[in-house]
């Protein structure tokens, strides 16, 4: 039983580790696809109107669609696989698949026809003002909310994946999205302008749904569900029909509800941000929105990609019983999000305007010092509250594994409100930066909230050696902010301004801030480090990698 835990926590631990890569591959894929759609189609009103035109169908996509769809639809998922009923499984993911279509459907429909309305309702500041940049945001919303039907779907793929512990695909997926808008951009921009960027979008969210179909048809096949032309054994519940009244299909409407809102709370208060943001001035929202890329991308890369692994165990262990398991993996997690987004905290504290520099300075950014530093503000703030959101995604999946939504949804729904309350109390003061700032005190209120109220659920959690790991990655921090501040200041004055100048002190200073904050944890002995180079080793051993990410069915 021993050896077969640890081998189950290797191949997370290896899972994971691929998931980061692809994950960070994707997110560096998506700044590079920023910078060419900058140096292409330009940063000005346009832009604007394509930026307020993407941010509704993202907002509905992740709370209605691919996240939302996910999250409550893997621990029911899951616990039917883990109680060996396969093929009733698989009948609940035909009926949610054909549920979520037709309501999908629906929603894209109302938001094509009505996107005009949506986009003033997004943009007060603009109606009567620029009414050339409503019609064209009106029109890109047109032409891309459609994403949120696909994308629905898609998560649901996702899911059935992730449950069966394959995560190569689902995270390529987002790799051929972003390569897609980058080619389209590059080759017909100069022709359809903004249309190409809109298209992009369109075109890369169909190609990431058809590279799931087959790998979701092999796993369904491979796991012994019969054809549709086969005889299907009369008591038992065929996968090919709709099963509106089964009590799991119902569990997975009871759980999407809170899941709309706790899982997609970061969503919810960027999205009020950009609207207190108009108030400032008609480039706030833009600043906003640029420092949320750059601090979503360590997220992205790091605690998103643990979550998405632990996600399925935890169903699993939620689903047997099997608390002592769950409270060790939720442990683990918790410890390895703090261990390696802290760092990227630090960084974009201390090194928050020459980081916006060396990335988004380019084109008709250069010389906008108001842009640089209404950005750099923005990043700021936001990272003070990094580790904490980063966190709150794995304790809010906690919840839905032991299908207690309800207890992130209330806190959810306290914590839009103290946001909004605090941002409109701070912007006038701090500018974008009160916005940021207060999106990051609703987060750490949201930790410690989360961590309260789950512990009683599954018998206490392991606070103290999550409290001490932490705390001495902050420990870790001192070196590192003094070491990565005085490198990027030292050669910033010798080397001067330039491009590559900017490139080499930046990366330097990063360089030489991790490298001091891994001695700094070595020295302390933390095994959090261990657990990560070991997962770096075995990433050098592709038949253990293979047999961990990919599994076909041999599980």
Known sequence: MGNETNSNRRRLATAAAFLMAATAG???????????????????????????????????????????????????????????????????????????????????????????????????????????????????????????????????????????????????????????????????????????????????????????????????????????????????????????????????????????????????????????????????????????????????????????????????????????????????????????????????SVLSEPTVRLIYEYGKVVGDEAAISGTSSALLFYSLGMAFVSVNTLLNRAFYSIQKSWVPLVMGAANLAVNAAIMLFLYESMGVGGITLATSVVSIINFFGLMVLLSPRIGGLDARRIAWSAGRSIIALIPLVGVAYGVWYGLDVALGGGLWQKIVSVLVAYAAGGGVYIFAAWAMRMPELRDVLNVIRRRRHPRETDEVIDLEGRS
Request: glycine share 8%.
């Open 26 to 348: 994707s997110r560096i894929l998506g700044l590079i696809r920023e910078v060419i759609a900058n140096a292409y189609l330009g940063m000005g009103a346009e832009m604007g109107a394509y930026t307020q035109a993407i941010k509704v169908p993202n907002l509905v996509r992740t709370l209605l669609a691919d996240t939302a769809l996910s999250a409550a639809f893997i621990p029911v998922f899951s616990g039917l696989l883990e109680k060996k009923r396969s093929r009733e499984a698989w009948q609940v993911a035909f009926t949610v698949t054909v549920a979520a279509t037709l309501a999908l459907g629906v929603v894209t429909v109302l938001g094509v026809v009505f996107a005009p309305a949506i986009i003033k309702v997004v943009s007060p500041g603009w109606v009567g003002k620029y009414p050339e940049s409503v019609a064209l945001a009106a029109h890109l919303m047109q032409i891309m909310f459609p994403t949120v039907l696909v994308m629905g779907i898609a998560g649901i793929f996702m899911g059935i994946l992730n449950s069966y512990d394959h995560f190569s695909m689902p995270a390529i997926a987002p790799i051929v999205w972003n390569v897609i808008i980058i080619i389209v951009v590059a080759v017909f921009s100069d022709r359809y302008g903004f249309e190409a960027l809109a298209w992009g979008v369109m075109l890369g969210t169909l190609a990431e749904f058809f590279l799931l179909v087959p790998f979701v048809w092999k796993r369904r096949w491979r796991r012994g569900v019969v054809a549709p032309d086969q005889a299907v054994v009369a008591d038992e519940p065929s996968p090919w029909r709709l099963a509106l009244r089964s009590p799991e299909v119902k569990k997975i409407g009871i759980l999407l509800g809170p899941v709309i809102l706790s899982l997609g709370i970061v969503n919810f208060n960027a999205f009020i941000g950009t609207i207190v943001a108009s108030l400032i001035g008609q480039a706030a929202p833009a600043y906003i929105d640029k420092a949320f890329r750059l601090y979503q991308l360590p997220q992205g890369m790091f605690a998103i990609a643990i979550g998405t692994v632990l996600f399925p165990a935890l169903s699993r262990h939620g689903a047997a019983k099997r608390m002592a398991e769950f409270r060790a993996d939720l442990s683990l997690g918790i410890r390895q999000i703090f261990f390696v987004t802290l760092p990227f905290a630090a960084f974009f």
